[in-house]
């Protein structure tokens, strides 16, 4: 035993097996971080490839869901939307234009993941956000402005509608919607309330995201009383999507 630790520095072998150690452990972690998000698909011209990277994409995994249902990842399922969107040049990788109502597209900032069609909830499977309508105990505290019944105003300085109530997180708790009845409509839609700046002295929602025109397009829900996952995807998505396609020139350069 003496001759062979004689021969070896042990604490250079622990050193090199800690070092496999670890380098097996990153590249394991990074395998795992891609059952989201993965494959990527690059679009030529020729058409979509799936693009996994090193290391692979690993074999999928089926996890089971408080509510009893399950959900596999990586998904089997591919994302099949139709792309509205053309290449802004040849270019590999080239900014894609939107071709139809660049807020609804789902290009670029307006973009969105498929999320499940249900709401999120609570601990008890009741839904997480709710309208104050619906949710017993919650109300906006007495030294805060209560939006309900301020007008809405876009970046144009147009009223795109009225304050009809207050959505809120039942587990953080906090604002997360204020849900707006159109001018001229009647439609009721979500803005998220990241998009607003309150200016009670006025009466007033400021928006800078979008046209005061716009909330007539935004995303409406299944159920007055209810959003789903999806749902908040696709309307956190049209606001973010404002932010370069309200107008034409917020989508030229700076310079």
Known sequence: MGAITGYFDVAQVVLYVFWIFFAGLLIYLHREDK?????LESATASGR???QGFPAIPKPKTYKLADGSTVMAP???RDTRVIAGKP?????GAPLIPTGNALL?????????????HPDVMLDGSPLILPLRAAPGFGIAGEDPDPRGMDVVGADGVIGGTVRD?????AEPQIRYLEVTVVGTGRNVLLPVYYSKFAPLQRRVNVQSILGSQFAT????????R????EEEKITAYYAGGKLYATAARSEPLI
Do not use: F, H, K
Request: charged content about 20%; overall charge negative.
């Open 227 to 230: 959003v789903t996952m999806l």
């Open 105 to 117: 597209d789902a290009i670029g900032p307006g973009a969105y993941a498929l999320r499940a069609d």
């Open 75 to 77: 998904r089997p399922e």
């Open 218 to 225: 935004a995303p409406t829900l299944a159920n007055p009383d």
């Open 49 to 51: 490839y799936p693009i």
């Open 35 to 39: 059952r989201e998000g993965y494959p």
């Open 88 to 92: 802004s040049s040849g270019a590999v």
């Open 166 to 170: 207050v959505w809120v997180d039942r």
